[in-house]
């Protein structure tokens, strides 16, 4: 019996997570899916079978995660496929948030993936083969955006891990892709899965209209469909040669593009300066 690949998916109780594992069992794959709540998984997706587990995992604890980790082995025997989708936006400037909600950030968006990744690259490295998905964000290549000053960085500390992880996993025979997707209408910007500043400086105008701007207008209005996300991931998971950078959605495109164009100008307009430090 020809088996499809094991997924393993993490945040997947709601919004792209929760879309792509009904898609992906759906389409006959084995999937197992995290959250800190195990028995959203349950209500939104269904009860434990031979074809789906549903684990309570806390990302933020590697003892958590392993132990997570080997459950599926013993569930499934293996994990082929790693979606690194857990995460969520801390509004918010750099001046005003405290020290305890950056960390908390980045407990989860970095730490969390870091220690998924820690514990499913030696069964990929001893298989020779599997594939790494590190959900980044379009914040995670542009970080223009007053109030998102730290959401942003934790989605490029996302970027530069993964580009040194493919790398890392390139002899083994594993591939590893970085998506930066655009918004997508899921309910990442409502309430309970976004937070904002506890402690708001008023002076912050921008970075206040930013901040309404996402949650009362962007909200609900995103112009891509978490469906066909899922249709993407899937289609680049059985690629024979699956980028390592993927922009998802049309504004991810629209964004990256000005990004590149604005430091093509910047190297252009310094390169005598720039190129003055040699010997």
């Given at each position: 019996m020809d088996l499809k690949k094991v997924w393993f998916v993490t945040g997947a109780s709601k919004g792209l997570g929760l879309n792509l594992v009904k898609?992906?069992?759906?389409?006959?794959?084995r999937v197992a899916a995290t959250s800190r709540n195990k028995q959203a998984l349950i209500t939104g997706i269904g009860e434990k079978n031979k074809d789906f587990l549903p684990i309570s995992m806390d990302l933020g604890q590697n003892a958590s995660v392993k132990r997570s980790i080997e459950e599926v082995i013993s569930h499934f025997g293996t994990i082929d496929v790693v979606v690194n989708n857990a995460g969520y936006s801390q509004i918010g400037t750099l001046e005003e948030l405290t020290d305890q909600e950056v960390k908390n950030n980045y407990n989860v968006n970095v730490f969390g993936s870091l220690n998924v990744i820690r514990n499913v690259t030696?069964?990929?490295?001893?298989?020779?083969?599997?594939?790494?998905?590190?959900?980044s964000s379009i914040g995670g290549y542009v970080g223009n955006f007053a109030g998102f000053g730290i959401?942003?960085?934790t989605k490029f500390a996302v970027a530069g891990l993964t580009e040194a992880l493919s790398e890392e996993m390139k002899p083994f025979g594993v591939y590893t892709t970085l998506v930066y997707p655009g918004y997508f209408r899921t309910n990442f910007l409502s309430k309970g899965s976004v937070k904002t500043p506890a402690n708001p400086v008023v002076e912050y105008k921008a970075a206040r209209d930013m901040e309404q701007a996402h949650l009362k207008e962007i909200d609900g209005?995103?112009?891509?469909?978490?469906?066909?996300?899922?249709?993407?991931l899937i289609t680049l998971s059985e690629m024979e040669n699956p980028p390592v950078h993927f922009f998802m959605g049309e504004d991810a495109h629209q964004f990256a593009?000005?990004?590149?164009?604005?430091i093509q100008k910047a190297?252009?307009?310094?390169?005598?300066?720039g190129t003055s430090t040699g010997f």
């Open positions: 898609k992906l069992l759906d389409s006959g794959y030696p069964l990929m490295r001893a298989k020779r083969s599997g594939h790494f998905f590190n959900i959401y942003c960085s209005n995103q112009p891509n469909d978490p469906e066909k996300a899922a249709d993407v593009g000005k990004k590149i164009e604005t190297l252009k307009d310094n390169k005598v300066l």
